[in-house]
Nanobody, 126 residues
Framework: QVQLADAGGGSVQAGGSLRLSCAAS????????MGWFRQGPGKEREAVAT????????TYADSVKGRFTISQDNAKNTMYLQMNSLKPEDTDMYYC???????????????????WGQGTQVTVSA
C-alpha cells in the first residue's frame, strides 16, 4: 500500500505562482512513475505532468509546458509541481498519483492501478 498526501493549493491571481507537494509513504518501491492530474466540475480528469522516478525524466501537457515544472526529492519521497504564470483556466482540483509505468507517458487514466492523493484545490482569479 502507498499513501499520498498532496498539499499546497490555494487562491491566487492570474500570473501568480503556487507549489504543490505530494508526500508518499508506505511501499514506495511499488511504483516508478508519479504524476499530477487535474479535474474540475463536469470536466474529465486531465494529466498535467509526469516524472519517471528512477531517471527523473518528465513529460508535460501542452497547456502547461513552459509554465509548470514537476520535480522530486527522493530523500523525502516527495514530488512537487511548481506552477508559474497561472491562468484562470488552471483552476481545478489537482491530484497526485503514483503507479507502475515503464514508459511513464502522459495518459489519463494511468496505464496501471494508481494510488491517489486526496486532492488540493487551485483557484486562479482573473
Amino acid at each position: 500500500q502507498v499513501q499520498l498526501a498532496d498539499a499546497g493549493g490555494g487562491s491566487v491571481q492570474a500570473g501568480g505562482s503556487l507549489r504543490l507537494s505530494c508526500a508518499a509513504s508506505g511501499y514506495t518501491s511499488s511504483y516508478n512513475c508519479m504524476g499530477w492530474f487535474r479535474q474540475g466540475p463536469g470536466k474529465e480528469r486531465e494529466a498535467v505532468a509526469t516524472i519517471f522516478t528512477t531517471s527523473g525524466r518528465t513529460t508535460y501537457a501542452d497547456s502547461v509546458k513552459g509554465r509548470f515544472t514537476i520535480s522530486q526529492d527522493n530523500a523525502k519521497n516527495t514530488m512537487y509541481l511548481q506552477m508559474n504564470s497561472l491562468k484562470p483556466e488552471d483552476t481545478d482540483m489537482y491530484y497526485c498519483a503514483a503507479y507502475l509505468d515503464y514508459g511513464c507517458i502522459l495518459t489519463t487514466p494511468p496505464r496501471s492501478r494508481a494510488y491517489w492523493g486526496q486532492g488540493t484545490q487551485v483557484t486562479v482569479s482573473a
